[in-house]
């Protein structure tokens, strides 16, 4: 009797899944067949033995607050997020890449990120913002911060109030198409070696404002609209030190001595300036920091090598002593040595016999 009920009941179902599925395509809609499967609510995922969680796209509002604490990665790309404040992430201290890109963000309550200290990447890319969250300059781990696709007017303003030199060990940063008129001062970048402002209208930029970057090696300036002079001093500066320039204006790089010699009052070598030594200077203690760290790793390992060297002869040593005495008692028990004398409690000294007949000695004498 259930059987058949049952039967019918999946058929319906199929047939419902079936006609909603004709239907859309008659309809013309492209995301189908996977948006009937597409999962509702974030996905866990190990990756690289981190717990992490995929929530992009699923229309949400808010930051979810039902997820394990203990996360590491959290993928809240493509969703409808408009504001952040401090609870937003108080439950996900550890987690080290956050992804926050397409979103709709516009209002970040200050110190949302500040207890973020594992924080090691964040992409803010694609949202409404106005400016970078001040304190993500002082997260100790940040390491990528991806801020592209926004419009970021006050920038400029709230960097004035950055604690310089930043305690975040930015290595990349991506401020690309965020309406940028001029670069902002950012103070002393020392592991800085990716940069990208392609596609803001920037109308100024300076040799001297890269100085502070003394590790830069990749910096992308596709479509800006620096003036071709300061172009060309900023590209052949950068080469001689080892940067890679991407850029689509045509006469940046001088490919002949016309378009070189147009600015060549403007490309005498300037003096290295002291944002530049003291970049460097950070740099050179770090790599002394970090040899001084090796010598006594050395060092130790050294002293460690030698007293396991020495306690294992000792040790040897002493192994072989024992086996020596061992040796040496074994003897004795081996050839005992005959007793030639035999106390009687008589107190009457008997005469020395021989071992085994003193019984029959005595029995004689008796
Ligand atoms: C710079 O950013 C733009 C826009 O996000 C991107 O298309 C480009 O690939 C980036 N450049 C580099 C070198 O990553
Ligand atoms: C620079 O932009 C042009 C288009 O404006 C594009 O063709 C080129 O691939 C871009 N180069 C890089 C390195 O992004």
């Not at 100790?140 to 696709?149: D, T």
């Not at 001595?257 to 005498?268: G, H, K, L, N, R």
């Not at 002291?274 to 920091?289: A, G, S, V, W, Y």
């Not at 050395?298 to 020596?324: E, P």
Request: aromatic share 8%; with cysteine.
């Amino acid at each position: 009797m259930i059987q058949p009920k049952f039967k019918g009941e999946r058929v319906l179902l199929a047939l419902g899944a079936l006609v909603t599925l004709t239907l859309s395509f008659a309809n013309g809609f492209a995301t189908l067949p996977t948006d009937v499967a597409k999962p509702q609510h974030c996905l866990l995922e190990r990756i690289y033995k981190m717990v992490g969680y995929n929530c992009a796209n699923l229309n949400l509002k808010e930051i979810p607050q039902s997820l394990k604490s203990n996360l590491q990665i959290l993928d809240l790309s493509f969703n409808r997020i408009r504001d952040l404040n401090k609870q937003s992430f108080t439950r996900y201290t550890d987690v080290k890449y956050l992804y926050l890109f397409e979103n709709m963000i516009q209002n970040i309550e200050e110190d949302t990120f500040s207890e973020l200290t594992s924080l090691e990447a964040l992409d803010l890319s694609s949202n409404a913002l106005k400016s970078i969250p001040i304190e993500l300059f002082s997260l100790p781990l940040l390491r990528n911060l991806y801020v592209a696709h926004n419009v970021l007017h006050d920038l400029e303003q709230d960097c004035t109030q950055l604690d310089k030199p930043i305690k975040a060990p930015i290595q990349i940063l991506s401020l690309a198409d965020c309406w940028l008129t001029r670069l902002p001062n950012f103070g002393i970048l020392p592991d800085l070696w990716q940069l990208n402002i392609s596609s803001n209208p920037l109308t100024e930029l300076d040799i001297d404002q890269f100085a502070p970057m003394c590790n830069l090696r990749s910096l992308d300036l596709n479509n800006t609209q620096i003036p071709i002079c300061a172009c060309q001093t900023i590209t052949a500066d950068l080469i001689a030190r080892r940067a890679k320039i991407l850029n689509n204006h045509p006469h940046c790089t001088p490919l002949f001595a016309t378009e070189q010699s147009i600015c060549a009052q403007d490309t005498s070598p300037a003096p290295p300036s002291t944002d530049f030594q003291q970049c460097m200077e950070i740099r050179n203690t770090r790599k002394l920091d970090t040899e001084a760290k090796s010598a006594w790793f050395k060092i130790s390992l050294g002293v460690l090598t030698c007293i396991v060297l020495f306690s294992i002869v000792l040790y040897y040593f002493h192994k072989r002593n024992a086996k020596s005495m061992k040796d040496n008692s074994n003897k004795h028990v081996k050839n005992p040595v005959p007793i030639n004398r035999v106390m009687v409690p008589s107190g009457e000294e008997l005469p020395i016999v021989e071992n085994g007949n003193r019984t029959k000695l005595i029995l004689d004498s008796d």
